[in-house]
């Protein structure tokens, strides 16, 4: 009988251990944070952009109101580099050194500033957090938001966000495609009326 005890004592202790060796499941977030797109924010932070050759960075200044944007990007010192406006009439940029560019488009011109081709509409998304339908969501973060997203070939990694709960706003994002990069660092952030 004691035989039959230790035996099956061995026999559930080698299968406790094994497992124990097993691999955890890894679970998704209990909730997902369902973030939609706000019609009008403000935000200011900090920007680095390469295209794989040059490299520039700075502060970035950004209103978008319903369709238009107003980008002020200075030097880290606070000068002005360039402005750059824009609505459904067409965009305008305006250089340090008095240089005037008009095109049909902020993404026409948005390459002028940041070094990048990146599209505007999509970017005020991602800096969101709040990707359109036609982008992967690949991770979510232990708040259930978005922590790696694909959209247009682009890569948006969301870094940190500015608070624990599950509708913070983005912090810091890296945004990348080929040789191309992002860096953003928010340091304010306001949704507007």
Do not use: K
């Not at 970035?60 to 944007?69: A, I």
């Not at 608070?163 to 495609?177: H, K, Q, V, W």
């Amino acid at each position: 009988m004691r035989s039959r005890f230790t035996l099956g004592a061995a026999m559930t202790a080698i299968a406790l251990g094994l497992a124990a060796c097993a691999p955890l499941s890894v679970t998704a977030p209990d909730t997902v944070a369902t973030r939609n797109a706000a019609p009008a924010f403000e935000l200011q932070g900090r920007l680095s952009a390469s295209d794989g050759q040059q490299a520039a960075s700075g502060r970035v200044e950004w209103q978008h109101v319903r369709g238009t944007h107003h980008f002020t990007l200075l030097t880290p010192l606070g000068q002005v580099v360039a402005q750059l406006d824009a609505d459904a009439l067409g965009a305008r940029l305006q250089t340090a050194d008095g240089q005037v560019l008009s095109a049909d488009s902020a993404e026409a011109l948005l390459p002028q500033v940041l070094g990048v081709d990146v599209p505007i509409g999509r970017l005020g998304l991602w800096v969101q957090a709040a990707p359109g339908p036609e982008a992967e969501i690949r991770n979510r973060d232990s708040a259930g938001r978005p922590a790696l997203v694909i959209d247009l070939g682009w890569r948006i990694e969301y870094l940190d966000y500015a608070g624990e709960s599950a509708d913070a706003p983005p912090a810091r994002l890296d945004i990348s495609r080929g040789d191309a990069r992002i860096r953003l660092v928010i340091d304010s952030w306001t949704t507007l009326p």
